[in-house]
């Protein structure tokens, strides 16, 4: 099991940029596969991106060409790089963390991760 703790939401225009970071504790960091997720008002929540123990991303088609996720194993924290931000990127981000093997669709699917952020709030105006 590991703690995952999401940092760096917050208030911006459209067209705007964010860097979101989750930090984590405790697991070996290395075996996990790692994603981002949102849940918007009134909306369930989606798998945004990915990263798995061998770097390998996948992302949701909507955020494509504009996010990026990637790791740092020096200090076992996770980014999701946003740039050209939308009003409908505004949601609650989370964080989550499994050691399962998924295929590329499963990994954007929230019912494989165990381990879960209290989450940081994205806030796009237009």
């Known amino acids: 099991q590991v703690q995952v703790v999401e940092s760096g939401g917050g208030s911006v225009q459209a067209g705007g940029s964010l860097r979101l970071s989750c930090a984590s504790y405790?697991?070996?960091?290395?075996?996990?596969?790692m994603a981002w997720f949102r849940r918007a008002p009134g909306k369930e929540r989606e798998g945004v991106a990915s990263?798995?123990?061998?770097?390998?991303?996948d992302y949701q088609e909507s955020v494509k060409g504009r996010f990026i996720i990637s790791v740092d194993n020096t200090n076992n924290t996770l980014y999701l790089q946003m740039d050209s931000l939308t009003p409908e990127d505004s949601a609650m981000y989370y964080c989550?963390?499994?050691?399962?093997?998924?295929?590329?669709?499963?990994?954007?699917?929230?019912?494989?991760?165990?381990?879960w952020g209290q989450g940081t709030q994205v806030t796009v105006s237009s």
């Open positions: 405790g697991g070996t960091w290395t075996s996990y596969c």
């Open positions: 990263i798995d123990s061998d770097g390998k991303t």
């Open positions: 989550a963390a499994t050691t399962s093997d998924m295929t590329p669709v499963q990994a954007l699917e929230d019912g494989w991760y165990n381990d």
